[in-house]
């Protein structure tokens, strides 16, 4: 049984929202992994649950997760990709049945690292996301923040994103525009 916040009956109940850890790893330049974890934990979701991109020259690049970093770039002018759409838009979106949403699954099908609680050969899809631009100081756009929850189905994926997390997740990407490693690198 649950109740009206969602929380099971007799569980424990989520965690204050509190980014302290998140701004202080930004500030100490900490790297990409340990801030995408600090994020995971925000957001009670896996790490592999947090995606991490930066705009350069008009396309997006996986910073995190790994797996993802070598898998290619995404175009800001592709029509089915949520990333570029977000950073194009500059707005946040949200999605609590996202396998209904027309969107390039190619990302999807790269090996993640499975989470402990999987027990299945195929890897489980994402349920529900939310996706948002990085704004800089000057209001253009650094790079995209997803949160997913994956799953097999819509049940097993965890709670819906709200508009508490929505407004969490403005929080961050305030906090992640201060990130070096969403500047654009130098020319070689």
């Known amino acids: 049984m649950t109740d009206m916040t969602g929380n099971s009956a007799g569980a424990a109940p989520a965690p204050a929202f509190s980014i302290d850890a998140l701004a202080e790893a930004v500030a100490q330049k900490g790297a990409v992994e340990s801030i995408a974890a600090e994020i995971a934990k925000l957001f009670r979701v896996q790490p592999t649950e947090v995606a991490l991109l930066r705009l350069e020259h008009g396309f997006l690049r996986f910073l995190f997760p790994d797996e993802l970093k070598t898998s290619g770039t995404i175009p800001l002018s592709s029509s089915s ?60 756009v650094l790079g995209v923040i997803q949160i997913c929850r994956k799953g097999y189905n819509l049940a097993d994926s965890g709670p819906d994103f709200s508009l508490d997390d929505v407004h969490h997740l403005e929080e961050v990407t305030g906090i992640l525009a201060a990130a070096a490693f969403l500047r654009p690198e130098p020319a070689a």
Request: a positive charge.
């Open 81 to 140: 990709s949520i990333a570029a759409h977000t950073a194009a838009s500059k707005r946040i979106e949200l999605f609590n049945n996202f396998p209904k949403v027309k969107h390039s699954r190619i990302f999807e099908m790269i090996k993640l690292p499975a989470p402990e609680r999987s027990e299945r050969v195929q890897p489980p899809l994402i349920q529900k996301l939310v996706s948002a631009p990085i704004h800089g100081g000057d209001g253009k």
